[in-house]
């Protein structure tokens, strides 16, 4: 191990997170210096046969994968990409969050999953509000898959109004992933989304999606 050796480990949702940081987070990191391992979250453990994996229904699956992995001291830092949308109702922060902007929400549930973790390797990090939320941020992008269909106007018009991708909301049939399924029933969550967000590229994320930028700057700051 050299000493510039920098280990991060993203524990993700699902396969859809799993496609974007193969295709675009993963080469960001490592050309900033990280050596990248990933994981998506495991689900069940059978005693025979293989785990399921994806989603998470409640605080305590999550924190066990989390804790399991912190055994590993080769982790200098491990990070999570979980959508807040959906977030366990359970997770740490999530009950008594403040009412305050969305930014102040999220961010109120991040520290509050470190302080129950209590490792300083432990960097969360929750999509405000989905994933697709970057898909928002793509409009033009996801516009050129469904051309002629009016999709990335009625994007647009979405982000305009609420004032930024990320703050496009989080109700039950108004959040990003709903919105994507009713505009366009031909989209694919796990093949779509992913391309779009991969065309638009991290710069264009981060100039528009402000959570996003801060988790990247922090991650930064941690190679120090």
Not at 5 to 13: K, P, V
Not at 21 to 47: C, F, H, M
Not at 49 to 69: F, H, Y
Not at 145 to 153: D, I, Q, V, Y
Request: charge should be negative.
């Amino acid at each position: 191990m050299t000493p510039d050796y920098r280990h991060l480990h993203l524990l993700l949702e699902g396969q859809t997170e799993e496609t974007v940081v193969n295709n675009v987070l993963e080469p960001y990191l490592q050309d900033r210096g990280w050596t990248i391992t990933k994981s998506i979250v495991t689900t069940k453990r059978p005693a025979t046969g293989p785990a399921s994996q994806g989603g998470v229904s409640n605080w305590a699956k999550l924190e066990r994968e989390i804790r399991l992995l912190l055994r590993n001291s080769d982790i200098h830092t491990l990070t999570i990409l979980f959508d807040y949308y959906g977030f366990p109702a359970d997770g740490p922060g999530m009950r008594n969050r403040p009412s305050a902007s969305p930014y102040e929400r999220v961010e109120h549930v991040e520290k509050s999953l470190a302080t129950a973790i209590s490792d300083t390797r432990f960097v969360p990090h929750l999509v405000l509000h989905e994933l697709e939320t970057w898909v928002f941020a793509a409009a033009e992008q996801i516009g050129w898959l469904f051309s002629g269909t009016g999709l990335a106007e009625r994007l647009q018009k979405d982000v305009h109004g609420a004032g930024g991708p990320e703050l496009v909301n989080d109700g039950i049939d108004t959040s990003p992933s709903k919105r994507l399924a009713r505009y366009c029933k031909g989209y694919s969550k796990t093949n779509d989304g992913p391309l779009a967000i991969a065309d638009l590229g991290i710069d264009g994320l981060r100039s528009q999606c402000p959570h996003l930028d801060s988790w990247l700057t922090h991650l930064d700051t941690r190679l120090n």
